[in-house]
C-alpha cells in the first residue's frame, strides 16, 4: 500500500468519524444516534486504532513490518487521541459553563 493511499485512508476515518450521518436532526429527536452514539463510535474507532498501531509497532520489532505502515498507524492512533481529547474538553467546558448558569 502506498503512503499517500495510507495517509488518504486516515484523513477519510477521522473525517467520517467527526461527520453528521445522515445530516443534522431537529431537536428533540432522539432515538438511537446522538452524541453517545457518536462518542461511543469515537471510542471504538480509537480502540481499534491503538491495537492496529500495537501489531503493527510488534511486526516492525520482529521484521516484517514497513516502517512507513509504522509511523502511519501512529500518526492515525495520535490524530484519534487528540480529537477525543478535544471533544473532551469541549463536554467539560460546556458542563462547566451550565453549571455556572443561574436558575
Do not use: C
Not at 445530516?23 to 428533540?28: I, L, S
Not at 491503538?50 to 513490518?65: E, L
Amino acid at each position: 500500500m502506498s503512503t499517500s493511499s495510507i495517509a488518504a485512508n486516515a484523513y477519510a476515518s477521522a473525517a467520517r468519524l467527526f461527520s453528521p450521518a445522515g445530516g443534522p436532526r431537529p431537536a428533540g429527536q432522539g432515538g438511537t444516534g446522538g452524541f453517545g452514539a457518536v462518542l461511543n463510535s469515537a471510542i471504538q474507532h480509537l480502540d481499534q486504532t491503538t491495537r492496529t498501531t500495537d501489531q503493527r509497532s510488534q511486526q516492525m520489532a520482529a521484521g516484517r513490518a514497513d516502517l512507513i505502515d509504522v509511523v502511519t498507524a501512529v500518526s492515525e492512533t495520535e490524530v484519534a487521541i487528540e480529537a477525543l481529547v478535544s471533544v473532551r474538553d469541549k463536554v467539560v467546558q460546556a458542563y462547566d459553563e451550565i453549571m455556572r448558569m443561574q436558575i
